[in-house]
């Protein structure tokens, strides 16, 4: 089984890429986002919490999001792999993966970071909440969202560089550009 964590700032394209990952290698896509929007739609406890949180750019405490992904990666037992898109956001969390895929005897197979520049990341995410609705792309919120991303989540790029598992993907160019830095990351770790 094979294990990838897909990160980047809101709007580097991580869900775009993982759309093509899971075309060619099988995994199976958790993205907490997705998660998160089923859970709102859905009117639950944790759908009532996520809703109140992320319309302000904020994060889901991580006992909540942990529990989340917890459960959606027990509803996969037969996968070939997954892949963690928009967790972990922390390095708690981080923890708590490596925790949940240990109890397994699975682990994180690579980190792939898509770095993209802020202002490229404000662009994509405008155009973005024009085309899909989505009320947390817009200008306050966008601005609130990489600036917690940046506070928070990068810490967990050391926390992966310590395992010798973080792979820096230049996030800019064609879709087709930025896939072939990941399929060289994937293809160079599979065993």
Avoid: C, W
Wanted: aromatic share 6%.
């Amino acid at each position: 089984m094979f294990n990838v964590v897909i990160f980047g700032a809101p709007g580097s394209g991580k869900g775009t890429q993982s759309d093509k990952i899971v075309e060619k290698y099988g995994l199976v896509h958790l993205s907490t986002g997705d998660i998160l929007r089923a859970e709102i739609a859905k009117g639950s406890e944790v759908g009532k919490i996520a809703d109140g949180l992320i319309s302000k750019g904020q994060f889901v405490p991580d006992d909540v999001i942990i529990a989340v992904l917890e459960n959606a990666i027990n509803e996969h037992p037969q996968a070939k792999g997954f892949i963690f898109d928009g967790f972990p956001r922390t390095v708690t969390q981080a923890e708590a993966l490596d925790s949940i895929l240990k109890k397994k005897n699975i682990r994180v197979g690579v980190m792939l970071n898509i770095d993209v520049d802020q202002n490229e990341l404000v662009k994509r995410l405008l155009n973005r909440g024009k085309t899909s609705g989505r009320s947390d792309d817009n200008l306050i919120t966008i601005q609130e969202r990489i600036n917690v991303y940046e506070q928070k989540t990068m810490p967990v790029i050391q926390f992966y560089d310590k395992q010798g598992k973080h792979v820096r993907i230049k996030g800019t160019g064609t879709l087709d550009e930025v896939f072939a830095q990941i399929e060289a990351a994937i293809d160079s770790r599979i065993s």
